[in-house]
């Protein structure tokens, strides 16, 4: 099956709330125009040289979505073109992005990776970790920042218990931190949650993004590109 038909399949069965991320890693910039004409503007990559090749190669009009863990010595190259960055894990991070950001005078889009797995590696805030370094005067010092909501992955498993608990908890985290800041955070909306094996449950526990790869593309061929 062609890219854009899976797409459209996807697209398709997914609430009109949830925005579909084509996640396009490691797939080439063909397979992209394909989902492109089939009318996905949101796509998805996790490596920054990638992310700026394509964006060189490809339409204006398509919004970038950084998904994968972020070096700080490499914000400057990506806050230009970026629509949002999923992957804020550090508080050493979101200062540098709202420093490139001022210097172009553009307001970022990011989301607050947690931390909801039960693998060591994945990166992200725990509620308690956001709980102590998040306050209202960070926040309001980042003014090239707009926080817009919360990213986070299940772990790998099969069991589906464990992954719906898992986004569950995601979106209490989501909910005790649009409390805690409601009034300076107009734009925290989004829970981006939910992948190809798993964003029918990301969606019943309150996703808006879903990012989905290989459903899409198919396998990721680490030669194509
Ligand atoms: C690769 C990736 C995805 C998409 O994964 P698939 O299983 O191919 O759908 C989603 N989110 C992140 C952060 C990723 O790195």
Not at 21 to 41: E, L, T
Not at 51 to 74: R, S
């Amino acid at each position: 099956m062609l890219p854009s038909e899976s797409y459209r399949q996807i697209n398709s069965t997914i609430p009109q709330h949830v925005t579909l991320i084509a996640v396009s890693k490691n797939h080439s910039s063909s397979a992209i125009k394909d989902v492109y004409h089939a009318g996905c503007r949101d796509f998805g990559e996790n490596k920054v040289q990638e992310l700026i090749q394509k964006n060189a190669e490809l339409p204006e009009d398509i919004k970038w979505h950084m998904i994968g863990h972020l070096q700080t010595n490499k914000v400057k190259y990506i806050v230009p073109f970026t629509y949002l960055i999923h992957s804020v894990d550090s508080i050493k991070l979101l200062l540098e992005i709202n420093k490139e950001a001022s210097k172009i005078g553009k307001i970022q889009n990011c989301l607050i990776q947690f931390h909801i797995a039960k693998e060591e590696t994945k990166y992200g805030f725990s509620l308690d970790e956001a709980n102590t370094l998040f306050n209202m005067e960070l926040i309001q010092n980042c003014k090239n920042i707009s926080i817009c909501g919360v990213m986070g992955m299940a772990s790998f498993t099969d069991d589906e218990l464990i992954i719906r608990n898992e986004f569950r908890s995601l979106k209490h985290m989501y909910e005790s931190f649009k409390k805690q800041y409601n009034n300076i955070l107009p734009h925290f909306n989004q829970i981006s949650m939910g992948m190809s094996s798993d964003f029918h449950i990301a969606i019943e526990e309150g996703s808006t993004m879903v990012r989905i790869g290989s459903t899409i593309f198919g396998q990721r061929n680490y030669s194509n590109i």
